[in-house]
């Protein structure tokens, strides 16, 4: 190692600590240098085996390269970070790396001044305790994204703005009584302000892992820290990354994402190498923030994004902000704006969500998307939209392809092709909620679930539906105030049907025609009470109702060999156990199926199946070329000779002014069915009967 | 109606202690009484199906396929009774 000074020019080849130059010098790290009082150089490379510790400002007049195996950070826990002011390029090669993995605040044993406690900030950017660390397992730390708890240790709550990305990341916990695992510290800081910014190697600022272990328990991860930049033109290959670490243990919380922000003129460097997710281990972290504006428009874009890290945290959005140009949630993460951070704000593109992403519109939140045309939100892919009861969605065109809507509002879709429900999405219209559409038929409603839930209402403007194929509709709730439709198409592969459970069943008032075309199903099949095991309230005993249609314990389930369920018919025993007795009226059907016994611990929890749905039907016209089916459940199988009972088949009722359908329809109900028909009755009767 | 009445089915299940048929019932509301319609699909079991019912008159009664009956109260059949294939009626 040695070291050369020029002028123009000055070499380090032994570690040295620089107290300032004059503006014309140039600086070359081939060693270990850290700077300490703000800086200007003319040029900067730092090479091979070089490192550069700035822990002032520095300025370059000309341009700065890192090159591959050369490194640039910043001093753990240095509230200012590393400043870079770059009036050229600033060009990291392939290799080369700006390092602040782990510089942030301190993690619980880690040189954290509260002891196993991890270091974060409070409202005014004190550093105060975290609250990370307790017992054997702790939390991780949070900043853009919220840690996970630990099995012992609650994580700190996130802070900053997104569009600041200004401030260090927080130390995850430590344990207090298990040899003293440590957590990881927070990501770092950098701030850079250059022309133009050649990436090809990485900036990274990634939380510490927690340590691992004593027994199962490990340290805290912490938080990624923060990236801000301000550049001309942003090209490159390389990476950009604010990552949370990932907890010791199982047991123990990771961190979450940090925070990036980046202010371009221009850009050409891949969004996807851009990234914020939460830490993988034990409590999962939620995904940091992804702001980026083009310094030409009024409005950046933000991306939440947790790189498929299965976390069930949501990442708040805080911000001074109330405008983005765009939104974009994806691979699992989740955004959930508050009133507490944001009240009310505006996105002006369409808002995607792909990949089991979540966007979740809290209580008082207000939501608008002003563009102007195609659809202003649309969740693709598992991913999923969830409107609070008292928050406000403003948008009119909504598409949920592959996607679940979850809304606890009232919505309005005047026009038919503001709606789209394909890919297998789902619509869960939730408890007290009018969902109104234009129309509901093949042209909107193309594939998937629509769950109308009691107590909410879909009204349809043309007074018509139509089930297509691939479509599912859970009709708890009503059609309209008054329940009814004129007409009601259910098409090959279509399906209406009730949530299991439910004692009222489906109920369907068509004052026209209800047609059921062949390869269309109203299907009750196991829709009726629990069978044992099955989710019975009696655990392996199935559920039946007593004399008060109060639902009892139909004590079917005994042993290795349950017995099966009744309703209209009687049941069989099993070996061990009795079935319940037939109840209801015949001339009155109107009561779920039963639920098979499910066999005790020592037979595997073997399942009885749940007894078939209800349903009522009042229509005009049936014609009946599909199935109506309420069938009870089969008993699973089996451990060596036991299984599960049979549910008892659930209840049909038809009252029909005219009933229609041909050879291969087929309406079955396993125990008992009621059906009112016209006159022409009496002529279909088989020709077998005797008297 | 002009559907066919073969394809309305309550049967009891088939593996094991096999159940007895449930119930069909199906009334011209132009008439008084409805006709009942007992039919196990030719599954054989033990039990007989309950006539749990607040009426007292039918106007048919079919039992057939392995269907049985428990005639557990009196009712009226206005006209036919029918017992075939397999099909039983009791009276306790």
Not at chain 1, 75 to 97: C, K, P, W
Not at chain 1, 333 to 352: E, N, W
Not at chain 1, 451 to 468: M, Q
Not at chain 1, 473 to 481: E, M, N, Q
Request: glycine share 18%; net charge neutral.
């Amino acid at each position: 190692m040695k070291t050369k000074f020029m002028h123009f020019l000055i070499l380090f080849a032994a570690s040295r600590v620089m107290a300032g130059y004059a503006p014309g010098d140039s600086l070359i790290v081939t060693g270990s240098v850290t700077i300490n009082r703000d800086t200007t150089f003319k040029f900067v490379r730092v090479e091979s085996g070089g490192e550069l510790t700035a822990d002032s400002a520095i300025t370059v007049t000309g341009n700065m390269i890192i090159q591959s195996g050369g490194v640039v950070t910043h001093s753990t826990r240095l509230l200012s970070g590393l400043q870079l002011n770059v009036s050229g390029t600033l060009e990291v090669q392939a290799g080369g790396l700006i390092d602040l993995n782990s510089k942030g605040l301190r993690g619980g044993n880690n040189g954290s001044a509260f002891g196993y406690v991890g270091e974060t900030f409070d409202a005014n950017e004190e550093i105060i305790s975290a609250g990370n660390g307790a017992g054997f397992w702790p939390g991780g730390a949070s900043y853009g994204g919220q840690a996970g708890n630990g099995r012992q240790g609650v994580a700190n709550n996130t802070y900053g703005l997104l569009e600041k990305a200004q401030l260090l990341g927080s130390g995850g916990g430590g344990t207090y009584d298990a040899f003293n695992q440590v957590g990881g510290n927070g990501g770092g800081r950098v701030t850079i302000i250059a022309g133009n910014l050649i990436l090809n190697g990485t900036i990274s600022a990634i939380g510490g892992n927690g340590s691992c272990c004593y027994g199962n328990a490990g340290g805290g991860g912490g938080s990624g820290g923060s990236i801000k930049l301000q550049v001309g033109h942003l090209s490159g290959s390389g990476f950009i990354q604010a990552l949370g670490g990932s907890a010791g243990s199982g047991n123990g919380g990771s961190g979450g994402g940090g925070r990036i922000a980046i202010y371009y003129d221009t850009m050409t460097f891949l969004i996807a190498n851009i990234s914020a997710y939460g830490g993988n281990v034990g409590g999962k972290g939620s995904a940091g923030t992804i702001y980026l504006k083009d310094r030409a428009q009024a409005d950046g874009d933000l991306i939440i994004d947790n790189g498929n890290v299965a976390s069930p945290l949501d990442t708040p959005l805080k911000a001074a902000l109330n405008t983005f140009r765009s939104l974009i949630i994806r691979n699992r993460g989740h955004l959930r704006p508050m009133t507490t951070d944001i009240k009310s704000f505006i996105v002006k593109q369409p808002i995607f969500l792909t990949n089991a992403a979540e966007l979740l519109l809290s209580a008082g939140t207000v939501m608008g998307v002003t563009n102007s045309t195609g659809f202003d939100l649309d969740a693709q892919s598992g991913s999923s939209v969830t409107l609070d009861s008292g928050s406000v969605l403003n948008a009119n065109a909504l598409r949920f392809n592959g996607g679940t809507l979850n809304t606890h509002i009232n919505l309005n879709f005047p026009t038919a092709t503001d709606l789209e429900l394909s890919g297998g999405g789902v619509i869960n219209i939730l408890h007290n909620t009018i969902f109104n559409v234009g129309s509901f038929d093949t042209t909107n409603i193309q594939s998937g679930t629509v769950n109308l839930t009691l107590d909410s209402r879909l009204n349809i403007a043309t007074n018509t539906a139509t089930i297509g194929s691939g479509v599912t509709l859970i009709k708890d709730g009503k059609f309209k105030i008054t329940d009814s439709l004129n007409t009601l198409t259910i098409k090959s592969g279509g399906a209406v049907t009730h949530s299991t459970r439910l004692l009222p069943g489906l109920r369907l008032n068509v004052g026209g025609t209800l047609d059921v075309q062949a390869g269309g199903l109203i299907d009750l099949n196991s829709k009726g009470l629990h069978g044992g095991n099955n989710g019975s309230a009696f655990g392996y005993v199935g559920e039946t109702f007593d004399a008060n249609e109060a639902i009892i314990s139909a004590e079917n389930g005994a042993g290795f060999w349950p017995a099966g369920a009744s309703y209209g018919g009687q049941a069989g025993n099993g070996r061990q156990g009795v079935a319940n007795s037939s109840y209801g009226l015949l001339e009155y059907p109107h009561h779920l199926g039963s639920g098979g016994g499910g066999s005790t611990s020592e037979a595997f929890n073997q399942v009885g199946g749940n007894g078939g749905g209800r349903a009522t039907i009042v229509v005009k016209t049936l014609l009946l070329n599909g199935t109506i089916s309420a069938i009870g459940g089969n008993g699973s199988c089996c451990y060596g000779n036991a299984g599960g009972g049979g549910g008892s088949g659930g209840s049909v009722k038809l009252q029909v002014s005219n009933f229609q359908g041909r050879v291969l329809s087929k309406l079955w109900a396993a125990m008992r069915a009621r059906v009112m028909v016209a006159r022409e009755a009496a002529a279909a009767l088989p020709s077998t009967m005797t008297r | 109606m002009t559907f066919l009445i073969a394809n309305i089915s309550a049967y009891g299940g088939n593996v094991g202690g096999n159940g007895s048929a449930g119930t069909i019932y199906l009334k011209d509301r132009a008439q008084v009484n409805g006709d009942l319609i007992i039919d196990n699909g030719s599954i054989t079991s033990s039990l007989n199906t309950p006539l749990k019912t607040d009426l007292n008159k039918l106007r048919n009664l079919i039992v057939r396929k392995q269907g049985a009956l428990d005639i557990t109260k009196e009712i009226m059949i206005e006209n036919d009774l029918s017992a075939s294939t397999g099909g039983r009626i009791a009276r306790q």
